[in-house]
């Protein structure tokens, strides 16, 4: 390769329309370096869901294509539809009993469901040099979406994740064909495709929708009309919109006109994807529309009507014009959510009308929402960024903190943890902040400073010089982490770590054993990660994550851990305010709201129960999911870290309750019941 031309190196932006489901995925390919990548083996899929959900492909998989320079500036372009029809319901049918693939006249929803799939072709890169021939290694990025939609249009699961594929590209000589690409395009969808399947397979929402099947009444005896035939010397006219379907329709004398076939699609989401709009939050309607029939349909739109305190939240309809017979066209709209009085819940429903008689009118889409209002002042979302001016509560000179970001990888395959080094950062300076610890005994790790040489260093090396007999130990992680298939054991993944194999992860017990050897006087650990299990772990029979069995009841005066995930799942996000949830709660609690019995100091298992509940309570009530942060010493074993304090209380009493009318004699009165926060 020495005698090789400078390479040209290209970057061209391609099509990439926006998804049926909404949804926009990148597509890179880098042609990059001259060594030679291994393949990494397919995941494992846990139990199938017994379910037979439909597979809806977006406009941008079945117009997806890619775009690049031959080594004789030729412009050539590959279609990836083939490809992704292909992998796509393959990969899921090993998630699910079986997936069908239904064409426009059927009603996807009808059967168990339906999963959506996006994908997008973004750019690409390639360092082939002009008239070179030979063989080039080769990196292909597939970034691809599945959203999960339930009967009743709910959605149950929405994710996106990369796919890669590795490999050579070959040129011949005094030849401008570039072969080898189709194979490395495939190993990426057939990545992303498998991933994405398997993390549908352990969404425990589809589970439990999958377990409520025996009860599900038929869609299409509680939506659908009987087509009405035409009679002649008359014209069947379209019901409004404000009436039942259920309804007759009525007729009028007319010159016999025949009917239009019309069907359609229609998705809708709030911007964060949770199924709860929260003020000044944009909503996306998409709709497809199909004209099924062999004559013209004319005016078509689609009728929005909100239900209860949703009325008037969204807009009236969404027009969608005049339609040839097989003429297929969709259509978008984004508006904001206006503020409500209170909490609103309530059903979105969309139907369709048209200025022609309809022969046959398809079933409403009912979307289920609740609307939050728009809170006051002082419930707004805080900037934990912001330090407050009464953050410092204590001088401790020999405290020690380390703490560690990781949210990218190397290994481009390893899926991103949005925020962490960002939180790592922050938590930081909080507890900087608290205890004036000086600069000197910090150490932060953040993305590609966190090797796992680096994470060896610190904790076995770095920490003995700096501790002693009073120091305070701070320790905080937040990324991702890998859970042994047979015996539960917690690996904290650095940036060089890769799922594929063992390298680039610290074992939690080695964590453990570091900090148990150091003469310190208190330690508080905190971990804020996504965990996932190792490659080739059967997901059927996997134990939980084993975050106890290495913290010994002899520690419990000595060290508190709070750690934010204990089960094998993502860690969710507050995109608010750019954290993780738990980490978000957890700064919120060191500003003095955790001192939940208002002696103005916050104790470490004060911080701990605080954070816990507020996620809980979040997760459940807002994100329609479960996290479950974990605190040790548990409440009750008698742990002194419990109490030891962190931070300076900020937790006013609220108002004064008016006193209530007193008891007849005798009456007895309950005692209200109190938080333990202590040992």
């Not at 796919?163 to 194979?183: D, I, K, N, P, Y």
């Not at 481009?412 to 930081?428: G, I, K, L, N, R």
Request: charged share 20%; with cysteine.
């Amino acid at each position: 390769m020495k005698n090789l031309q400078r390479p040209q190196i290209q970057c061209v932006k391609l099509w990439g329309g926006l998804a049926s489901c909404g949804s926009i995925a990148g597509l890179v390919l880098l042609v990059v370096g001259c060594s030679v990548f291994t393949r990494t083996p397919p995941t494992v899929i846990p139990q199938r869901i017994p379910l037979t959900p439909a597979v809806w492909f977006s406009p941008s998989v079945t117009a997806a294509e890619v775009s690049y320079d031959t080594p004789c500036g030729e412009k050539k372009t590959m279609a990836l539809a083939d490809l992704l029809v292909t992998s796509i319901p393959k990969q899921l049918n090993n998630a699910f009993n079986q997936v069908t693939t239904p064409n426009h006249t059927e009603e996807p929803l009808a059967s168990d469901g339906a999963i959506e799939v996006g994908v997008g072709v973004r750019r690409i890169n390639l360092a082939i040099p002009s008239q070179g021939h030979g063989t080039y290694p080769a990196t292909a990025t597939v970034g691809m979406e599945m959203v999960f939609l339930a009967r009743n249009g709910t959605v149950l699961f929405s994710k996106k994740l990369d796919g890669v594929g590795r490999g050579t590209v070959a040129v011949a000589e005094q030849s401008c064909v570039l072969s080898g690409l189709e194979a490395i395009l495939q190993e990426a969808i057939d990545s992303a495709a498998d991933r994405l399947a398997k993390q549908m397979a352990l969404s425990s929402q589809i589970q439990d929708y999958a377990a409520t099947k025996d009860t599900w009444k038929p869609i299409a005896g509680q939506f659908r009309s009987e087509p009405v035939p035409p009679i002649v010397g008359t014209t069947a006219v379209p019901p409004p919109a404000a009436l039942e379907l259920t309804q007759p329709v009525q007729t009028v004398p007319s010159e016999l006109v025949q009917p239009a076939h019309v069907n359609f699609r229609a998705i809708i989401r709030d911007e964060n994807r949770d199924q709860f709009l929260d003020p000044d939050e944009s909503l996306t309607i998409e709709v497809e529309v199909k004209n099924e029939g062999t004559v013209e349909a004319k005016d078509v739109a689609v009728v929005v009507e909100g239900k209860d305190e949703l009325a008037g939240v969204f807009p009236g309809e969404v027009v969608v014009g005049t339609l040839q017979p097989g003429e297929v066209r969709r259509t978008t709209l984004t508006n904001h959510v206006t503020a409500i009085e209170s909490t609103g819940h309530g059903e979105l429903s969309l139907s369709l009308k048209s200025g022609s008689p309809l022969g046959l009118v398809p079933p409403p889409k009912i979307f289920a929402f609740g609307a939050k209002p728009k809170q006051p002042d002082s419930m707004t979302i805080q900037d934990v960024d912001q330090l407050p001016n009464t953050l410092t509560a204590f001088k401790e000179p020999k405290a020690v903190i380390v703490t560690i970001g990781v949210g990218h990888f190397r290994d481009e395959q390893v899926p991103v943890v949005s925020h962490a080094s960002h939180d790592a950062a922050v938590m930081a300076e909080y507890v900087h902040a608290i205890g004036n610890v000086p600069r000197e005994r910090m150490r932060v790790l953040l993305d590609r400073q966190a090797q796992l040489s680096d994470l060896e260093e610190t904790f076995e090396r770095w920490l003995r010089k700096k501790t002693d007999a009073t120091t305070d130990l701070y320790v905080f992680f937040s990324g991702r982490a890998l859970v042994d298939g047979v015996s539960g054991a917690v690996s904290l993944m650095a940036y060089d770590g890769a799922p594929g194999g063992p390298t680039g992860v610290y074992p939690l017990h080695q964590l453990q054993e570091a900090v148990q050897r150091l003469p310190i006087r208190r330690a508080v650990l905190f971990f804020d990660v996504s965990l996932d299990p190792v490659p080739g772990a059967d997901l059927a029979t996997i134990p939980q994550p084993d975050w106890e069995s290495g913290f010994s009841d002899a520690r419990k005066d000595v060290e508190m851990w709070m750690v934010g995930n204990r089960k094998l799942q993502e860690a969710q996000a507050h995109d608010h305010s750019k954290h993780g949830l738990f980490t978000y709660y957890l700064l919120r609690g060191l500003q003095g709201v955790a001192d939940l019995n208002r002696d103005a100091t916050v104790t470490a298992g004060e911080l701990c129960t605080y954070a816990r509940t507020q996620v809980i309570q979040v997760t459940r009530d807002q994100l329609k999911s479960k996290q479950e942060p974990l605190c040790l010493p548990q409440v009750g074993r008698g742990g002194m870290a419990r109490i030891y304090p962190i931070a300076r209380g900020n937790n006013p009493k609220p108002a004064s309750i008016p006193n209530a009318p007193e008891s007849p004699a005798g009456a007895s009165k309950t005692l209200p019941t109190l938080m333990q926060v202590g040992p």
